[in-house]
């Protein structure tokens, strides 16, 4: 069975179609609108062999904030929806990700309770003409809707864009780790019989 979904939002400031495939080959065609957004979201799908499509217009004439929300949204939507019942999942993943001098964690739980906690510090508060609080901010959202546990160390670092690079590649690498089907599962991985 094909793990995957399709989402479309539209807002007064957004209007966003996205496809995600959990079981893919790490393939992106991504048009957000918002160039360093483009960039991790490409970094994510490729670390997590994930096959992300995204077409994205927004008020970026006023800033990225709200594309880059409204497509952390419609992420988590489409990760939550992708993974059904959940049945046979490993549900958690974690992963170190090195980038330079920068070292970034990511720890998840597919357990349906959204919970997002993030520990660090960006020297700098823009990447290019990215503002840096937009990245909490998709994460955020992205926890929130995909209903997990995501928790986002950065360990050290001093260049702002090695941090975020490694906090994408390492989000893409716990999420493969985590949606991965593994045959000794059986049912959901839960005492309670379900997530």
């Known amino acids: ?10 807002t007064n400031e957004t209007d966003i179609q996205l496809e995600l495939t959990i079981d893919g080959e790490g393939n992106a065609q991504l048009d957000t609108g918002v160039p360093f957004l483009t960039h991790m979201l490409d970094l994510f799908a490729k670390h997590g062999q994930f096959d992300l499509r995204v077409k994205a217009k927004g008020d970026t004439h006023i800033d990225d904030h709200h594309t880059t929300e409204d497509i952390g949204i419609c992420l988590g939507q489409a990760l939550r929806e992708a993974l059904g019942d959940k049945k046979g999942i ?3 993943g974690n992963a170190f990700v090195p980038m330079d001098e920068a070292l970034a964690q990511v720890v998840v739980d597919l357990s349906n309770r ?7 510090e960006f020297p700098s508060q823009k990447v290019g003409t990215f503002d840096v609080e937009l990245v909490h901010e998709f994460l955020w959202k992205l926890a929130l809707e995909a209903r997990m546990n995501l928790h986002v160390i950065v360990h050290y670092g001093h260049n702002t864009h090695h941090m ?11 999420l493969d780790e985590a949606t991965t089907v593994d045959p000794r599962v059986k049912g959901v991985p839960s005492t309670k019989g379900m997530l």
């Open 90 to 92: 490993k549900r958690y």
């Open 114 to 120: 959204p919970h997002f906690a993030f520990r660090g």
């Open 1 to 10: 069975m094909m793990r995957k979904a399709a989402i479309s939002r539209t």
């Open 164 to 174: 975020i690079e490694a906090v994408f590649k390492a989000l893409g690498r716990a």
